[in-house]
């Protein structure tokens, strides 16, 4: 099974930005589906940006216009490139892929998940 890692995340100052990166031990062309999630203290695991194999993204309305999802099937590493950050943003976050289409696709229903990167925006 693919390994996910996650690296990139943080501390930064509300207004700046930061570049997640997910990298694999193995091919992620396999995976169609592959996401960003983000679980702050205290709070649920919440979707951040969904993007499939042929590049179809989806974004959650908090995050919608600052931050950008991409996938590098060659390098075998997904990416979030997270601009204008906001002190809500702070949380840990995560990487997940699925065989399956992101459509519909509940947040707990991924085949394999990273251990996560801290993010921290202060304002």
């Known amino acids: 099974q693919v390994q996910l890692v996650e690296s990139g995340g943080g501390s930064v100052q509300a207004g700046g930005s930061l570049r997640l990166s997910c990298a694999t031990s193995?091919?992620?062309?396999?995976?169609?589906?592959m996401g960003w999630f983000r679980q702050a203290p205290g709070k649920e695991r919440e979707g951040v940006a969904t993007?499939?194999?042929?590049?179809?993204?989806t974004y959650a309305g908090p995050v919608q216009g600052r931050f950008t999802i991409s996938r590098d099937n060659a390098k075998n590493t997904l990416y979030l490139q997270m601009n204008s950050l906001k002190p809500e943003d702070t949380a840990i976050y995560l990487c997940?892929?699925?065989?399956?289409?992101?459509?519909?696709?509940?947040?707990?229903?991924?085949?394999?998940w990273g251990q996560g990167t801290h993010v921290t925006v202060s304002s």
């Open positions: 993007i499939e194999r042929d590049g179809s993204t």
């Open positions: 997940a892929a699925a065989f399956g289409s992101c459509y519909r696709r509940a947040n707990n229903d991924y085949n394999t």
């Open positions: 193995g091919s992620i062309y396999s995976y169609y589906c």
